[in-house]
């Protein structure tokens, strides 16, 4: 383990009014524990794990201090990426993708390979001056063969795809997104890796549906959706998700509207729109589902 976590573990021990001596009790001897907090020593999983359940907390919740207070840098590294595709920052955009090409072409890792398709995708939609030559085949492939051979997946392959899924074709947007769901089942009790698999599961959703201006075309997907229908269902949005609740309701009636159930999928995303209303949000409900109810009926 990384020998400054040492000064973090000292400042949590001094907020906390904890001695080194009470600290290293049952876990290690104190001399070792001093050593780590000055940075003298390294430690080992096992005892990091004995120190923090003395002071009731996990690893997340030291990492975030130790990060003073911000998420992680893979947190941070998404963040920032998606903080500049929604502000239409194409400078920005060009920049970490730039930073995730070099760092690859450094250390020959592929997941900074990665990243830096998963910007070129927010960058392809951001900047009308960018050159879209089509990303090619073979980092595709790459990307899905790197998906499929990943036996769990966690927050970064849930985020990395979400970002990605833009680049494939349907039949392989359904088959990642089942891998994706049943890969991720051991974190399903992880709020963060939870939100990020009902992510996944609602723009596989968006993206069988089909752009709003192909609504009257013929639909194939049906079997699919319902399929991915279960699946939020099975991971049960809580209550307090209201968002994600009204957003489910809205993609319901989209559904049985693109699948010619005109009047009862109106019905459901007029109901999306008053419960937001009703919450006092009418921007959302204005800007968002209005104008997309109005774009597919």
């Known amino acids: 383990m990384v020998v400054e976590y040492g000064k973090t573990l000292r400042v949590i021990r001094k907020q906390k009014g904890i001695t080194l001596k009470k600290l290293a009790d049952g876990v290690c001897s104190v001399s070792f524990l001093s050593k780590f907090e000055r940075g003298d020593s390294d ?34 590294f998404f963040k920032i990426s998606s903080t500049a595709y929604l502000n239409r ?14 760092k690859w ?9 990665f990243n830096a398709l998963l910007i070129e995708v927010y960058e392809s939609i951001v900047d009308k001056d ?55 089942a051991r974190f399903r009790d992880y709020n963060k ?13 968006i993206f069988l549906l089909g752009p709003v201006n192909r609504f009257h075309e013929e639909f194939s997907y049906q079997k699919e959706i ?34 010619g159930n005109k009047e009862e999928g109106t019905a459901k995303i007029k109901q999306a729109i008053k419960l937001l209303n009703d919450l006092n949000s009418t921007r959302m409900a204005k800007n968002n589902i209005e104008q997309y109810l109005l774009q597919i009926i």
């Open 43 to 76: 430690i080992t999983l096992g005892l990091m794990t004995g120190i923090l359940e003395k002071l009731m907390m996990n690893f997340d919740e030291f990492l975030y201090i130790h990060h003073d207070f911000l998420p992680d840098k893979l947190e941070q």
């Open 89 to 102: 920052d194409a400078k920005l955009l060009k920049h970490l993708k730039n930073g995730q090409l070099k």
């Open 105 to 113: 072409k450094q250390y020959g890792v592929e997941t900074y390979h």
């Open 130 to 184: 960018y050159i879209n030559e089509g990303v090619q085949e073979k980092d595709i492939r790459l990307l899905s063969d790197y998906l499929f051979r990943v036996e769990v997946w966690g927050y970064y392959e849930l985020t990395l795809y979400n970002g990605t899924l833009l680049l494939l074709q349907p039949d392989m947007v359904i088959m990642l997104s089942r891998t994706a769901y049943e890969k991720s």
């Open 193 to 205: 890796v939870n939100d990020a698999i009902t992510s996944v599961l609602f723009n596989t959703f």
């Open 226 to 259: 319902s399929e991915f229908i279960s699946y939020l269902e099975t991971i049960t949005i809580p209550e307090s998700n209201l968002t994600e609740r009204v957003n489910l309701l809205q993609l319901k009636g989209a559904y049985d509207i693109r699948t």
